[in-house]
């Protein structure tokens, strides 16, 4: 049984940073280095969105509104997942999510959540002004 682990949120001010952490487990068929891997995030009253993702060979994904402030990025040998958010804004406040596919996904990568298998349970981040 696979399983996401997410840490790393909390709360900071406009223009702070945080990196999120998600750890995977429990599989028996490769790790990350074989699926697609992203980021979701949830703010209240709104639909999931996708943030950023990352496939096999290292092809990432960003949503417009966090490119070159978010970085996302592997550790194969400790099958972690992050997600490095620089000068956050309150819009960036929600719970994060961390998602994979299955190791025998074959499609494109992306940021569209219906890609996505196994899910974490989510980390918050809150951003005040």
């Known amino acids: 049984q696979v399983q996401l682990v997410e840490s790393g949120g909390g709360s900071v001010q406009t223009g702070g940073s945080l990196r999120l952490s998600c750890v995977l487990s429990?599989?028996?068929?490769?790790?990350?280095?074989?699926?697609?891997m992203g980021w979701f995030r949830q703010a209240p009253g709104k639909e999931r969105e996708g943030v950023a993702a990352v496939d096999s060979d290292d092809t990432t994904y960003y949503a417009d509104s966090v490119k070159v402030r978010f970085t996302i990025s592997k550790d194969i040998a400790k099958n972690t997942l992050y997600l490095q958010m620089n000068s956050l804004q309150p819009e960036d406040a929600a719970v994060y999510y961390c998602a994979a596919t299955s190791p025998w996904f074959s499609g494109q990568c992306g940021t569209d959540s219906a890609t996505y298998t196994f899910w974490g349970q989510g980390t918050q981040v809150t951003v005040s002004s």
């Open positions: 429990g599989s028996a068929v490769g790790g990350l280095s074989r699926r697609c």
